[in-house]
């Protein structure tokens, strides 16, 4: 190597430093500032995808279509928050902030899940409905009901300014569940036995080792008898319905079907999703309209997660197994019984 070629070199790499050693001092200023004026993120946000094109030239309206699905349950992964009752939620709060947003269409095919993550979704549908995201600027919430919208489902529901069902959607199952197993004959059959350390009586309460004590059912009895007495007072104030009337009549755990609802007050109307859009659009004061739904945005984190869920990178699709709930013992439920092992 010559002499001039290696002074270049020497040159390059003098001036590749001197950049880097700027890179540095300007992210080291960057995170300076940034510790002084700290500023607060701001909440992730979903994309839009047009469903329907808005039919009015001059629109700049719109109505979001949010679909609540499956069971509901804090431990689902979300797709951009943390859970799918933050998704639901983050959904919510992004509809309601938008301006050219004047309705949504709450779309729920879920059978129901979890009691607090039920009461969570139904409190932010209300926060819309209501104006709680923004001072002054209620938006109504038109709850479609799919194939089933029963139980939590239901109970979501009833956060709407306006319930519209198919004639055959399957609803209802106003009731509470919780259950545990009982393994204590079977432990003593292969001579297992279990040793238990409590700091209280009912420490152990659900223990399947052992026969639950007279105290202890009257005590779970009474812990799902007022959860399900907050459902039910629910259902009544918002469908405006006597609660002793729902108590010895509907609200037993039944199923019915969407024209059934209908007869008993429990829905406002009877229709086809084209149906929903219409009436947010009415409820909305926005003729014409587009009809978006948020979809999560792409990004690579989410593809390494899929992938790492499985050794191999494959995907199998098991719809029996995706549609089966994951009870947990000990946690209550706004379920139909048929979900119930």
Not at 268 to 297: C, H, N, V, W
Request: with cysteine.
């Amino acid at each position: 190597m010559t002499q001039k070629n290696s002074g270049c070199l020497w040159m390059l790499a003098g001036f590749g430093l001197c950049l880097g050693l700027m890179f540095f001092v300007a992210v080291f200023a960057v995170g300076a500032l940034g510790m002084r004026n700290p500023v607060k993120p701001s909440a992730p946000k979903f994309d839009e995808a047009i469903v329907v094109d808005a039919k009015a030239q001059d629109s700049h309206d719109k109505i979001a279509l949010i679909h609540l699905r499956g069971i509901i349950s804090s431990v689902e992964p979300g797709s951009v928050g943390e859970t799918m009752v933050d998704d639901m939620k983050l959904q919510l709060e992004q509809a309601a902030l938008d301006d050219k947003v004047k309705a949504i269409v709450l779309h729920i095919d879920s059978p129901g899940g979890e009691v607090t993550a039920s009461d969570v979704i139904y409190n932010a549908v209300c926060k819309v409905r209501d104006g709680g995201f923004v001072p002054g600027g209620k938006k109504p919430v038109v709850v479609y009901m799919g194939s089933l919208a029963a139980s939590g489902g239901y109970y979501v529901a009833c956060g709407g300014s306006h319930l519209m069902a198919n004639d055959t959607t399957l609803t209802g199952s106003i009731g509470v569940i919780m259950q545990t197993l009982n393994y204590r004959e079977l432990m003593g059959k292969v001579g297992l036995e279990t040793v238990t350390f409590k700091s209280g009586a009912f420490k152990d309460m659900l223990s399947g080792s052992r026969e639950m004590r007279p105290e202890e059912k009257e005590y779970v009895q009474k812990m799902v008898m007022d959860t399900y007495a907050k459902f039910v007072g629910i259902v009544a104030r918002e469908r405006q319905r006597d609660e002793t009337e729902l108590r010895n009549g509907l609200a037993d755990g039944r199923i019915i079907s969407g024209k059934e609802a209908k007869e008993a007050k429990l829905i406002d109307s009877l229709g086809q999703i084209e149906d929903a859009y219409a009436k947010a659009m009415e409820l909305g004061k926005a003729s014409g309209a587009t009809i978006i739904r948020y979809e999560s945005p792409f990004h690579f984190g989410r593809v390494f997660r899929l992938l790492g869920q499985n050794e191999k990178a494959t995907v199998e699709v098991n719809v029996m197994k995706s549609l089966l709930p994951k009870l947990e013992a000990g946690r209550l439920y706004f379920l139909p019984g048929s979900y119930a092992p």
